[in-house]
Nanobody
Framework: QVQLVESGGGLVQAGGSLRLSCAAS????????LGWYRQAPGKQRELVAN???????NVEDSVKGRFTISRDNAKNTVYLQMNSLKPEDTAVYYC?????????????WGQGTQVTVSS
């Protein structure tokens, strides 16, 4: 089992910045990727960015150049630095951990943190 605890969401004006943090605990040795997803009202959950154990990253096109994902292995924590925020970035952001075994199928999830960007 892996537990994920997110922090850092909130309300910000367009053009502002926020940093999300996600601390992992439990069977962290089983994790091979950490990432952030988001879900806006009425929309499907979508990948924002992820980072593999080797350090390589994937970033969704709509946030490239604005969002940066990073990882502190010593703290078992993944971060999402969000700059130049837009109203369309408003969503609940979820931390996700995937394991090398592929189980559970969609990985482990945090409780979610609300990000609201006002225009």
């Amino acid at each position: 089992q892996v537990q994920l605890v997110e922090s850092g969401g909130g309300l910000v004006q367009a053009g502002g910045s926020l940093r999300l943090s996600c601390a992992a605990s439990g069977s962290i040795f089983s994790i091979n990727a950490l990432g952030w997803y988001r879900q806006a009202p009425g929309k499907q959950r979508e990948l924002v960015a992820n980072i593999l154990n080797g350090g390589s990253t994937n970033v969704e096109d709509s946030v490239k150049g604005r969002f940066t994902i990073s990882r502190d292995n010593a703290k078992n924590t993944v971060y999402l630095q969000m700059n130049s925020l837009k109203p369309e970035d408003t969503a609940v952001y979820y931390c996700n951990a995937k394991t090398a075994t592929g189980w559970p199928r969609y990985g482990y999830w945090g409780q979610g943190t609300q990000v609201t960007v006002s225009s």
